[in-house]
């Protein structure tokens, strides 16, 4: 919970402003999930920083991953990032060999001790 909250206040203390996005587009994981991961970060740097360290040869788009048939997501906790800005991902998993159904992702979530996102959900409000 002091996650959570130390995480709302960062991303408050970017005075009002909303939160910086983006995402390293569709792929499939070593375990075969195919997945899509968002992420946003409290300023540019933050959201370098968030990329590097996520998906560092992937291309990143500015927008958010595919709706579509996504199964549902996993909402990481806060990150810190070089420069001292905050940063939080979600998972998204769709469809695949590995991962079936929304129950699917909730496990995946509960063994991360991540937060489960509804697959019409995203990031909490900044």
Known sequence: MKTWALLALTLASCGGEAALQGNC???????????????????????????????????WSSSSCPRGDRLGGCLTGYIGTPEGGAGQLIFWYYPSATVQTEADVMNRCARFDEMFVPADGGFPPA
């Open 25 to 59: 587009g569709r792929s499939v994981a070593p375990d075969g999930a195919a997945l899509c991961i968002d992420g946003r970060a409290t300023s540019p740097a933050a959201l370098d920083a968030v990329h590097e360290g996520t998906c560092p040869n992937a291309p």
